[in-house]
């Protein structure tokens, strides 16, 4: 019977599954013959497309039913199996027009769990990876493929093993190459479609060898989509992914504007001090909305948001910048997707491709770097079909240039002017609370020089001047009274008074390529994070083998001289900060094969062969005399030998050595020094004892050593001459008695915890002092006498006594 049952199951499975794979392959036959019959221009709706059951309902589930005109184009030529170069405006959905070919291409190639990752999206960012994702589970969830998301900041360990299982990726370009460098499960040689959202951005000079190195490892027989409101038609970027006849589709390119007609662009020109007034005013003015500002740094992102917060707006305040841990990360940005009554502080991370809904305004505080900058910020807000926002751009004097740029790329923007007396600057109070928190003046500080710092690493010196900046009047603006020193501009300067012209422009060049990926790593790029690591180092070492030729004349800028030690730049460290350098300089490049990175170690090695001197902190007695700090004393004879030989670099096995030595006298030490404590606490407690049992002793009980200073008293022995009055008990400030007593050494007080301390009397007994010294008990007998008698009687004892003189 059982047996019956399982057969009955089987034959049912057996048959089902063919019935169901015989239908599937008609409608794939059907779906794949209509292809070649698509015109974009008639489709109306989703249906009038070949496409699957399983991927219409998922649109249709999710409101999804005319498509947008770069949707029509790019699935139409994509099912085709073309190859594509998408642009379209922002906001145009662009995110559909690929991810509905993915779904159909491998639908119609029966692709299982099995036949691993067949289709890979690349994004530049983390967030932008996430949003792709949640798109694709949305529509894509009636077909049976898996979807995985690989960004970095993740679970590494717990990806690794769910590699195998994965048909549509999703990632961004750093960890994908940690999983094809390190991942023995991750297989993509039999990828089909290959998409980068965002491309001109993933195939710029930050992820330059990230990108190479991926795109090596790919199968070249793949179908490759690109995809950005501003698209590269760069013949090189697209012989580097071996696209020689892209269909280029281009929906919008004949509008009359490249940015959203719904949304509405102004700029204003302001000096650099005002910028923060303005922001502030215009939050306060726009309380019931949402709105968007980009800064240049992470760290201005951050100054700004925690003097916000203090400052109090009356509106949700939150900040979205790179060097945030993941977690945070994500919170923020679902955070900043889910209210409608919120500012979001950000640096350019958030820049590309978010679909934040329903954005109302958003502000770029500092002028963006290119004008390609300009139309991704601005498109955050304005999308969709029925998307409207408002841009508003603030520019610097100088930067008013920019505008003709804008405009001459189809950018509608007017100037507006801000009315003054709406602008109210909380400079005292900002001033106020810089004072009163080092913290935030750090915070401050470093948001100053980061931004100096960007204007300086920007290409265009026309339009970006850090020398016509008013350095002091930003500081003051952002509430430094003493601006901060800029050391990283001195010391330009100085090595740029020396240079040739020729040479100048040799080094605009690599400022060029190192700010991109200033720009890379203050914003999103992957591989600056730990987990990542070893990614970086990859991608530190092919970028220093690249540019070994323009480094002829360059040096390592050192930005470990700077105040702001971990500043955005930090990971320009990583990434070859070159300026101009010395002669002398120059030769020890060109000497030097290959450029190592910098790590600690190396610094640490530097500084001690240049024999620099580090300051030490000496104490001193009240009496001026230095106290010796016993824990730098080194006591075992390994470490004396250690400093002796004094050997130049460091030798991490003989110093741990040296310092498991160490390590017993140190134990030692502490030991004794508890012990201390405990006798030193015991005494104490045994004086308080004493002290309320004295109350019969006017002194009380208290020792010499920690009793009252009564130096300052007559010699009791001078002023009452000596006498056996046995009732006292102390003489407290005979010197020699001091001396003794302080001579109580360590012996005496370990006694002094076995045995009970000898009686005051005792103590005075055996120190010799004469027992009569202290008189003032017997005085007090007499003054409580007189006390106690009534004036009539004092009287008759004064005339007795006065009788008995005489
Ligand atoms: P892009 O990548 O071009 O900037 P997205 O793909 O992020 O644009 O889409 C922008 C917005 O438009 C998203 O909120 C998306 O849900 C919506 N959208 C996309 N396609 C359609 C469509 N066919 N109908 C309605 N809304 C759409
Ligand atoms: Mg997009």
Same mark, same amino acid.
């Given at each position: 019977?059982?047996?019956?049952?399982?057969?009955?199951?089987?034959?049912?499975?057996?048959?089902?599954?063919?019935?169901?794979?015989?239908?599937?392959?008609?409608?794939?036959?059907?779906?794949?013959?209509?292809?070649?019959?698509?015109?974009?221009?008639?489709?109306?709706?989703?249906?009038?497309?070949?496409?699957?059951?399983?991927?219409?309902?998922?649109?249709?589930?999710?409101?999804?039913?005319?498509?947008?005109?770069?949707?029509?184009?790019?699935?139409?030529?994509?099912?085709?199996?073309?190859?594509?170069?998408?642009?379209?405006?922002?906001?145009?959905?662009?995110?559909?027009?690929?991810?509905?070919?993915?779904?159909?291409?491998?639908?119609?190639?029966?692709?299982?769990?099995?036949?691993?990752?067949?289709?890979?999206?690349?994004?530049?960012t983390?967030e932008?990876?996430?949003?792709?994702?949640?798109?694709?589970?949305?529509?894509?969830?009636?077909?049976?493929?898996?979807?995985?998301?690989?960004?970095?900041?993740?679970?590494?360990?717990?990806?690794?093993?769910?590699?195998?299982?994965?048909?549509?990726?999703?990632?961004?370009?750093?960890?994908?190459?940690?999983?094809?460098?390190?991942?023995?499960?991750?297989?993509?040689?039999?990828?089909?479609?290959?998409?980068?959202?965002?491309?001109?951005?993933?195939?710029?000079?930050?992820?330059?060898?990230?990108?190479?190195?991926?795109?090596?490892?790919?199968?070249?027989?793949?179908?490759?989509?690109?995809?950005?409101?501003?698209?590269?038609?760069?013949?090189?970027?697209?012989?580097?992914?071996?696209?020689?006849?892209?269909?280029?589709?281009?929906?919008?390119?004949?509008?009359?504007?490249?940015?959203?007609?719904?949304?509405?662009?102004?700029?204003?020109?302001?000096?650099?001090?005002?910028?923060?007034?303005?922001?502030?005013?215009?939050?306060?003015?726009?309380?019931?909305?949402?709105v968007l500002v980009f800064m240049?740094?992470c760290?201005q992102v951050k100054?700004t948001y925690?003097?916000?917060?203090?400052?109090?707006?009356?509106?949700?305040?939150l900040a979205l910048y790179g060097?945030l841990?993941?977690?945070?990360r994500?919170?923020i940005y679902?955070?900043f997707?889910?209210?409608?009554?919120?500012v979001l502080f950000a640096t350019d991370l958030a820049s590309?491709?978010l679909?934040f809904?329903?954005?109302?305004?958003v502000i770029q505080m500092?002028?963006?770097?290119?004008?390609?900058?300009?139309?991704?910020r601005?498109?955050r807000?304005?999308?969709?079909?029925?998307?409207?926002?408002?841009?508003?751009?603030?520019?610097?004097?100088?930067?008013?240039?920019?505008?003709?740029?804008?405009?001459?790329?189809?950018?509608?923007?007017?100037?507006?002017?801000?009315?003054?007396?709406?602008?109210?600057?909380?400079?005292?109070?900002?001033?106020?609370?810089?004072?009163?928190?080092?913290?935030?003046?750090?915070?401050?500080?470093?948001?100053?020089?980061?931004?100096?710092?960007?204007?300086?690493?920007?290409?265009?010196?026309?339009?970006?001047?850090?020398?016509?900046?008013?350095?002091?009047?930003?500081?003051?603006?952002?509430?430094?009274?003493?601006?901060?020193?800029?050391?990283?501009?001195?010391?330009?300067?100085?090595?740029?008074?020396?240079?040739?012209?020729?040479?100048?422009?040799?080094?605009?060049?690599?400022?060029?390529? #190192?700010?991109?990926?200033?720009?890379?790593?203050?914003t999103a790029?992957?591989?600056?994070?730990?987990?990542?690591?070893?990614?970086?180092?990859?991608?530190?070492?092919?970028?220093?083998?690249?540019?070994?030729?323009?480094?002829?004349?360059?040096?390592?800028?050192?930005?470990?001289?700077?105040?702001?030690?971990?500043?955005?730049?930090?990971?320009?460290?990583?990434?070859?900060?070159?300026?101009?350098?010395?002669? #002398?300089?120059?030769?020890?490049?060109?000497?030097?094969?290959?450029?190592?990175?910098?790590?600690?170690?190396?610094?640490?090695?530097?500084?001690?062969?240049?024999?620099?001197?580090?300051?030490?902190?000496?104490?001193?007695?009240?009496?001026?005399?230095?106290?010796?700090?016993?824990?730098?004393?080194?006591?075992?004879?390994?470490?004396?030998?250690?400093?002796?030989?004094?050997?130049?670099?460091?030798?991490?096995?003989?110093?741990?050595?040296?310092?498991?030595?160490?390590?017993?006298?140190?134990?030692?030490?502490?030991?004794?020094?508890?012990?201390?404590?405990?006798?030193?606490?015991?005494?104490?407690?045994?004086?308080?004892?004493?002290?309320?049992?004295?109350?019969?002793?006017?002194?009380?009980?208290?020792?010499?050593?920690?009793?009252?200073?009564?130096?300052? #008293?007559?010699?009791?022995?001078?002023?009452?001459?000596?006498?056996?009055?046995?009732?006292?008990?102390?003489?407290?400030?005979?010197?020699?008695?001091?001396?003794?007593?302080?001579?109580?050494?360590?012996?005496?007080?370990?006694?002094?915890?076995?045995?009970?301390?000898?009686?005051?009397?005792?103590?005075?007994?055996?120190?010799?002092?004469?027992?009569?010294?202290?008189?003032?008990?017997?005085?007090?007998?007499?003054?409580?006498?007189?006390?106690?008698?009534?004036?009539?009687?004092?009287?008759?004892?004064?005339?007795?006594?006065?009788?008995?003189?005489?």
């Amino acid at each position: 019977m059982k047996e019956n049952t399982k057969d009955v199951k089987k034959i049912k499975l057996y048959k089902g599954k063919k019935k169901k794979t015989a239908e599937e392959d008609a409608a794939i036959q059907y779906l794949q013959a209509q292809y070649e019959k698509i015109v974009p221009d008639e489709i109306k709706t989703f249906k009038d497309l070949p496409l699957s059951q399983k991927t219409l309902k998922g649109l249709k589930d999710n409101n999804y039913n005319v498509p947008t005109e770069i949707q029509k184009q790019a699935i139409a030529y994509a099912l085709q199996g073309k190859d594509i170069l998408g642009a379209a405006k922002t906001g145009s959905g662009k995110t559909l027009a690929f991810l509905v070919p993915i779904l159909e291409i491998l639908f119609c190639k029966k692709w299982t769990r099995l036949d691993g990752v067949g289709a890979l999206v690349i994004s530049p960012t983390r967030e932008l990876a996430y949003q792709i994702y949640e798109t694709l589970r949305k529509v894509g969830r009636f077909h049976d493929f898996s979807a995985g998301l690989i960004i970095g900041g993740q679970n590494l360990k717990f990806e690794r093993k769910r590699m195998d299982q994965i048909n549509i990726l999703i990632c961004t370009p750093g960890r994908l190459l940690q999983h094809m460098d390190e991942n023995p499960l991750f297989d993509c040689s039999h990828l089909q479609i290959l998409v980068l959202d965002e491309a001109d951005r993933c195939l710029d000079m930050g992820f330059e060898p990230t990108m190479n190195a991926i795109i090596e490892n790919l199968p070249p027989e793949r179908q490759t989509l690109l995809f950005s409101a501003t698209q590269t038609k760069s013949v090189k970027d697209l012989a580097r992914l071996s696209l020689s006849f892209p269909t280029y589709v281009a929906p919008h390119e004949q509008a009359a504007t490249v940015t959203p007609e719904s949304l509405q662009q102004s700029y204003i020109v302001c000096e650099i001090d005002e910028k923060i007034g303005i922001l502030w005013s215009f939050i306060k003015n726009h309380l019931k909305q949402k709105v968007l500002v980009f800064m240049a740094t992470c760290k201005q992102v951050k100054y700004t948001y925690d003097l916000f917060c203090k400052l109090r707006p009356g509106v949700s305040l939150l900040a979205l910048y790179g060097t945030l841990h993941q977690e945070k990360r994500e919170k923020i940005y679902n955070e900043f997707c889910r209210k409608s009554n919120v500012v979001l502080f950000a640096t350019d991370l958030a820049s590309r491709g978010l679909d934040f809904p329903r954005v109302n305004w958003v502000i770029q505080m500092d002028c963006p770097e290119d004008v390609d900058t300009y139309i991704h910020r601005a498109g955050r807000t304005a999308r969709g079909i029925f998307g409207k926002g408002e841009g508003l751009l603030m520019l610097l004097p100088n930067e008013e240039k920019i505008v003709d740029d804008l405009q001459n790329r189809k950018i509608p923007i007017n100037k507006i002017s801000v009315d003054p007396s709406k602008v109210i600057a909380p400079q005292r109070k900002i001033e106020a609370l810089l004072s009163d928190n080092t913290e935030l003046k750090q915070t401050a500080q470093r948001a100053f020089v980061s931004y100096l710092k960007s204007i300086f690493l920007m290409k265009n010196k026309d339009i970006f001047n850090v020398q016509l900046l008013d350095t002091d009047a930003y500081a003051r603006s952002l509430g430094l009274i003493v601006p901060p020193r800029i050391r990283f501009l001195y010391k330009y300067q100085k090595n740029h008074t020396s240079k040739q012209p020729e040479e100048t422009e040799n080094n605009n060049d690599v400022v060029e390529k #190192l700010k991109a990926n200033v720009i890379n790593n203050d914003t999103a790029f992957e591989e600056s994070e730990s987990e990542d690591q070893k990614v970086d180092d990859q991608v530190q070492e092919t970028k220093n083998s690249k540019s070994q030729k323009s480094k002829k004349d360059l040096i390592k800028f050192d930005f470990h001289n700077d105040d702001s030690d971990e500043d955005d730049f930090l990971q320009v460290k990583k990434t070859d900060v070159d300026v101009e350098t010395s002669p #002398l300089q120059e030769e020890k490049t060109k000497s030097k094969k290959k450029a190592k990175p910098i790590t600690k170690a190396a610094v640490a090695k530097k500084i001690l062969k240049r024999k620099i001197k580090v300051n030490t902190k000496v104490k001193f007695t009240e009496e001026g005399e230095a106290i010796a700090d016993e824990k730098k004393d080194v006591k075992s004879e390994l470490a004396k030998q250690f400093i002796n030989e004094n050997v130049g670099g460091i030798d991490i096995e003989k110093a741990k050595e040296v310092l498991r030595e160490e390590d017993k006298y140190d134990k030692i030490r502490f030991r004794e020094k508890v012990k201390a404590k405990h006798r030193e606490h015991k005494r104490k407690l045994k004086n308080k004892k004493k002290e309320e049992e004295g109350d019969k002793d006017d002194f009380g009980s208290q020792s010499e050593s920690d009793g009252p200073d009564l130096s300052w #008293l007559p010699d009791p022995d001078k002023v009452y001459g000596k006498n056996n009055n046995s009732d006292v008990e102390l003489d407290s400030n005979d010197d020699s008695n001091r001396s003794n007593t302080q001579s109580d050494d360590e012996h005496s007080e370990e006694e002094d915890e076995k045995y009970h301390r000898p009686t005051k009397r005792k103590l005075v007994e055996s120190r010799g002092i004469p027992q009569e010294s202290v008189a003032p008990r017997k005085m007090k007998k007499v003054q409580d006498l007189s006390a106690s008698l009534s004036v009539q009687e004092a009287e008759a004892l004064a005339m007795q006594l006065l009788r008995n003189k005489s």
